[in-house]
């Protein structure tokens, strides 16, 4: 319930609330916090204890603690506000009972501004330590805090006097009472009299305290709290707004109206038409604090940037550079052939778009750079029964006829250069489908078949096909998925029941021709929370039906909510990014629901994992993805049988092919061929060895039958605050590396004890933004948009990762020291010397 007294929340680390947010209208309200509010865009009435003051863009106003004020706008705003609690104050010596701050720039000539300016600077310094939470922010924010508050009490305190135009505690004490009182009567007949009887007041004196201690009279007061709770209902639901308002204690629909258009100057009805996200209903409006709406997530930043010091908005590392964290491990290695033997089934699994889309020559040669990079098992991919594969027609008599020359050409290519299928079977022919529903820009269709029997015949075709031309043997190590995220309206827009029936009939028509034949799925965007129930059905239903999976896939996406996955040029608003475990918790509470379901045994596949879903998110072309991939796969290494990271390529249909190359596609490689750092990282986690050793944070140690050990360590960097809230006025084409926390260059010193006395040879390779990152070197060629042959050429030249090698003498203990920039990875290579070899 929000209450006109205002709790300020504060972080138990942190003696401050900080927040961006557009106001449209906040009645009334007292804290026991110091505020300042600083206008970044638009305008805004700000009423303090009844006194109205109209800010513009730039202007700064402080409101001491326990002052009651109330904000009001009629166009767009964005506000920074800083709260600081008094107990805080108190704790530096400030005399929070008798201080008062006169602190307002808009009563201030152009000439008079510095003192003001300080403050900017001062409050988008801390906003923007606050945003990257980089090593020891905690006290760099404490000393800008500080200095906040030397500044005001040098510059702009007030005479020391008791301030009776405060209120006091006693009063505070019974005005919080009767408010506590009202808030859960509101919607009730309240009349002045009612309440000075209830408690004990003369009305006289209770209309007198009320004017005094709110600044409005009690009938204004009773209005400002219905309207508040009658607007979020407004904005969050379909109620016929003359119920809604009635419901909220309005005696008739034109006193609504009356007191709706006195705060926002329009009627209720435009409101909710210009200010509800359309498509939308019965969501609440984002709100932080009391009144306060979601922020403008476009211009958030871009207003602050002139205040912030230089390096800050857009140097993306550079002030990471200045700080240093020192870590140390100290690893016993184990005997000869001891540790935990690794599969690394991360390996196991690569993913493509559309089936047909293998069979472009770019495509192909992507597959093979990559498989003589890596060597994956098996790759997954889309499409098999889409139109452009020609498989299903008609003859004339309207009977089913059946091609497999595409399929047979595509499981050829994959097969010369050492991978295996993984069908997901999740796309419909054209003739078969209901061509109302469709997916992707190259459309797919994802109806039911309208010929079930059309559909069954042409499954049993394709098996016997395959088994007939490539064997039994062969054909059941393969996998057939069934259903491409199912629980997505994107890719399944029937009902849940109808899909598990689908699902059987495909099963049942797979394993009528042969019951090696391996059928999974269902495919599901996998998140924390909101998909074990969707699981549970799958599985209970395959069980009582005698259609139980041979093994079972979903996917992880660390976008909340779990709204699906992005369809268009941009992201939708809403969305926000998970923290930088999301994979391992994932993984960790989906085995756990899982086997508690009894399914634990089945072999469970990630057939889709990316940072985001997103075609068109710049941070994928930066040496970002190679953290972000050493870190989750080393991780979780043999969590799963298989992780399939989307995608091997840029070289997509799901979207328009773009015109830059650089434009945050979601593969390895771009369109054009260009090796990215997350190529790189996946060339550097195939150097580990069988046996893992050790890991700890930010290293993983393994080790080869042939004596040589293997040190993965990486600099991991998440999204700072606002990227993780779709923020993205810190990032663009240029400029990448501006939305990421600031964690600091990490030296990182580990000793391994017990090599064989004798030498070593130490071969480090690493990956980084000077080395390994051909987005950064393309910056630096120029950022050319059209890219020549000899241009991609120098990029794949030059962009290749760091390699060094060196030889020591090792006695007992070999001490390792390696300087991680931001994003970075390397990989060492300890192998024992061998005289004569």
């Known amino acids: 319930m929000d209450y006109t007294y205002e709790i300020i929340p504060t972080s138990g680390r942190l003696p401050l609330h900080i927040f961006f947010h557009n106001v449209r209208y906040v009645p009334n ?38 002052d009651i004020h109330s904000i009001q706008a009629d166009q767009d705003n964005l506000l920074l506000a800083l709260q600081i609690p008094d107990t805080f104050l108190k704790e530096q010596g400030v005399d929070t009972e ?29 906003m923007w330590v606050h945003t990257k939470e980089g090593y020891g922010y905690e006290v760099k924010i404490r000393s800008l805090l500080l200095e906040l508050i030397y500044l005001l009490l040098r510059r702009f305190r007030g005479a020391e006097r008791t301030r009776e135009n405060r209120i006091n505690k006693r009063m505070m004490e019974r005005l919080l009472k009767l408010n506590e009182y009202i808030q859960s009567h509101y919607h009730e007949s309240l009349t002045l009299n009612g309440l000075a009887e209830r408690e004990g007041f003369a009305v006289t004196y209770l209309s007198h305290f009320f004017q005094k201690s709110m600044g409005v009279s009690f009938r204004a007061y009773i209005t400002q709290i219905r309207l508040e709770h009658a607007v979020t209902e407004l904005l969050s639901t379909e109620e016929p707004i003359i119920d809604l308002a009635l419901r909220h204690g309005f005696p008739s629909l034109k006193s609504f109206h009356k007191a709706f258009k006195d705060a926002y100057d329009t009627t209720p009805a435009e409101y909710r038409r210009s200010q509800r996200p359309t498509g939308a209903p019965g969501k609440d409006p984002a709100r932080n604090g009391t009144g306060y709406l979601a922020y403008d997530r476009d211009n958030a930043f871009v207003s602050l940037f002139k205040y912030l010091p230089v390096e800050a908005p857009q140097a993306g590392g550079l002030a ?23 599969k690394h089934t991360w390996r196991n699994l690569c993913t493509a778009g559309k089936a047909k889309e293998i069979l472009y020559a770019g495509v192909q040669e992507h597959l093979k750079l ?18 452009e594969m020609m498989v299903y027609r008609l003859d004339d008599a309207g009977q089913p006829l059946f091609s497999f020359t595409y399929v047979d050409q595509l499981i050829d290519f994959l097969r010369s250069i050492g991978l295996r299928p993984f069908f997901e079977l999740g796309f419909m022919p054209g003739l078969l489908a209901d061509r109302s529903q469709t997916v992707f820009h190259k459309p797919s269709y994802i109806s039911l078949p309208q010929n079930p029997a059309h559909w069954t015949a042409m499954l049993e075709a394709f098996a016997r096909h395959l088994l007939r031309r490539y064997g039994t043997h062969e054909v059941r190590t393969w996998y057939f998925e069934f259903w491409n995220e199912p629980d997505m309206n994107v890719f399944w827009q029937e009902s849940r029941e109808r899909y598990l029936a689908f699902y059987e009939l495909s099963f049942r028509a797979f394993k009528g021709v042969s019951p090696e034949l391996r059928i999974g799925g269902p495919g599901v965007i996998s998140d924390l929370e909101g998909k074990a129930e969707w699981l549970r059905s799958y599985w209970t239903y395959c069980v009582e039906r005698d259609c139980r999976p041979d093994f079972l896939t979903f996917h992880v996406y660390p976008v909340l909510p779990g709204e699906g996955t992005w369809g268009g040029e941009e992201p939708p608003d809403g969305i926000h990014y998970a923290g930088e475990s999301y994979l391992a918790d994932t993984l960790r509470s989906t085995k756990k629901a899982l086997a508690e379901m009894g399914a634990g045994d089945l072999e469970l596949h990630v057939t889709e994992w990316n940072s985001t879903s997103h075609h068109r998110e710049l941070t994928n072309d930066t040496s970002f993805k190679a953290a972000y991939l050493a870190k989750n796969i080393a991780e979780n290494l043999d969590e799963v049988h298989s992780l399939g990271y989307w995608a091997a390529t840029d070289l997509l249909e799901e979207l328009p092919l773009p015109v830059s190359t650089f434009h945050g596609g979601l593969g390895l490689i771009t369109n054009n061929g260009i090796r990215k750092p997350g190529f790189h990282a996946y060339e550097l986690l195939a150097g580990l060895g069988e046996r893992l050793v050790e890991r700890g944070d930010g290293f993983c140690l393994t080790a080869s039958a042939d004596g040589t050990y293997q040190l993965l360590v990486y600099n991991y960097c998440h999204f700072d605050r606002l990227y993780m809230r779709n923020d993205t006025s810190a990032i663009d084409s240029h400029n990448r590396y501006g939305v990421f926390a600031d964690t600091g260059r990490i030296e990182l010193t580990v000793k391994l004890e017990g090599l064989p006395a004798g030498r070593v040879e130490i071969r480090s390779r690493s990956v980084s933004r000077e080395h390994g990152s051909a987005y950064d070197l393309w910056l630096d060629m120029g950022a050319p948009e059209e890219l020549t042959p000899g241009d991609i050429r120098y990029l794949n030249a ?7 090698v060196k030889e020591v003498e090792v006695s007992d203990v070999l001490t ?10 390397q990989l060492l290579c300890i192998r024992p010397v061998r005289i004569g070899v």
């Open 98 to 126: 008798h201080t008062v701050f006169s602190c307002h720039s808009f009563g201030y000539g152009p000439g008079e501004q510095e003192a003001f300016d300080e403050i900017h600077r001062l409050l988008s310094s801390i």
């Open 816 to 825: 390792l020291k390696c300087s991680l920039s931001p994003h970075e990875v």
């Open 370 to 387: 990559l498989q003589e990079a890596v060597g994956f098992r098996y790759i997954r991919f889309h499409g098999i029964f889409d139109d």
């Open 320 to 342: 990471a550079e200045r700080n240093i964290v020192h870590k140390e491990a100290g690893i016993r290695l184990p005997p000869a052939g001891k540790g935990q033997p690794l």
């Open 798 to 804: 030059g962009s290749l990762p760091r390699q060094e």
């Open 29 to 66: 309200h007292w804290h026991d916090s110091l505020e300042l509010l600083f206008v970044l865009k638009g305008s805004a009435m700000i009423t303090v204890q009844n006194k109205p003051y109209s800010l513009t863009e730039e202007d700064l106003i402080l409101i001491n603690s326990n």
